[in-house]
T-cell receptor, first 115, second 115 residues
Framework: GAGVSQSPRYKVAKRGQDVALRCDPI?????LFWYQQALGQGPEFLTYFQNEAQLDKSGLPSDRFFAERPEGSVSTLKIQRTQQEDSAVYLC?????????????FGQGTRLTVV | AQSVSQHNHHVILSEAASLELGCNYS??????LFWYVQYPGQHLQLLLK??????LVKGIKGFEAEFIKSKFSFNLRKPSVQWSDTAEYFC?????????????FGTGTQLKVEL
């Protein structure tokens, strides 16, 4: 597709349930980022991939959060044993190369509500 | 670590009024600066960016921003707003680290333009 695609758009999970969020970046984009946007806040960095390599996971809030990009294209963000504070919009972004002067293209996000 | 401050959380303007949204960042090194816009129900879109060169940057839809290095500021301006500019605006900064070109966002400014 022409842009970054995320699925599902909305997810309601019961507390304690595991969830998996998918991101299809723009074809050929090397860099892929996950961000978390809580209500009323700006997006906050979670993790970064260059191709299949996860080079930075410093923003993952706990070991319940796990991300992968096994073939260097589609990425999945998994949250185990969800808690209410995980409720947020999860944004995926991609950019063509890892270089200083590039911009990131964002998907529409997945809104996760933990009840 | 770098941070971004947006001073106005909610702004209400009448059509044709002038707009200026403040953005300050803290980081002593080389940065890229961005303004992203999020229209209701849509994904984050790039409004404009500054990488280097002329500190006055022009973006889409008549927006511009000025990078003032001495003030660590990158304020967004538009001479005459339209109802369709109603959206949330995010200032962001990126630095190139081993973890890629990740973005640090401000908390956002919700702009409402009234007819």
């Amino acid at each position: 597709g022409a842009g970054v695609s995320q699925s599902p758009r909305y997810k309601v999970a019961k507390r304690g349930q595991d969830v998996a969020l998918r991101c299809d970046p723009i074809s050929g984009h090397v860099s892929l980022f996950w961000y978390q946007q809580a209500l009323g806040q700006g997006p906050e960095f979670l993790t970064y991939f260059q191709n299949e390599a996860q080079l930075d996971k410093s923003g993952l809030p706990s070991d319940r959060f796990f991300a992968e990009r096994p073939e260097g294209s589609v990425s999945t963000l998994k949250i185990q044993r969800t808690q209410q504070e995980d409720s947020a919009v999860y944004l995926c972004a991609s950019s063509p190369i890892m270089r200083m002067n590039t911009e990131a293209f964002f998907g529409q996000g997945t809104r996760l509500t933990v009840v | 670590a770098q941070s971004v401050s947006q001073h106005n959380h909610h702004v209400i303007l009448s059509e044709a009024a002038s707009l200026e949204l403040g953005c300050n960042y803290s980081y002593g090194g080389t940065v890229n600066l961005f303004w992203y816009v999020q229209y209701p129900g849509q994904h984050l879109q790039l409004l404009l960016k500054y990488f280097s060169g002329d500190p006055l940057v022009k973006g889409i839809k008549g927006f511009e921003a000025e990078f003032i290095k001495s003030k660590f500021s990158f304020n967004l301006r538009k001479p005459s707003v339209q109802w369709s500019d109603t959206a949330e605006y995010f200032c962001a900064v990126s630095i190139l680290t081993g973890g890629g070109n990740k973005l640090t966002f401000g908390t956002g400014t919700q702009l409402k333009v009234e007819l």
